[in-house]
């Protein structure tokens, strides 16, 4: 269980947690995700200051030609 905060940059900041709900079943594996469905919870940072590269999850063929793998490396197919 893993709470992280991030204050407001006053010099007092109120953090508070409420409403936690533990449940008994198994998590997920680690590395599972195929982004077939979902991006499983991964987000581009959207800021020049904290990164160089951006990305976007899409489905289907790339606009030009050499921009893209040639088959989708889960499924083994064109789509």
């Not at 936690?20 to 919870?41: I, K, N, Q, W, Y």
């Not at 088959?71 to 197919?77: A, I, K, P």
Request: aromatic letters at 8%; a negative charge; hydrophobic letters at 30%.
């Amino acid at each position: 269980l893993i709470f992280e905060a991030i204050g407001g940059g006053a010099t007092v900041s109120h953090i508070a947690i409420d409403d936690v709900t533990l449940d008994h079943t198994e998590c997920p594996r680690v590395g599972t995700c195929d982004f077939e469905l979902d991006p499983c919870g991964w987000k581009n940072v959207l800021n020049p200051k904290l990164d160089s590269k951006d990305w976007d999850w899409n489905n289907g063929q790339t606009p030009s030609y050499f921009k893209g793998p040639e088959v989708d490396h889960t499924l083994g197919t064109s789509q």
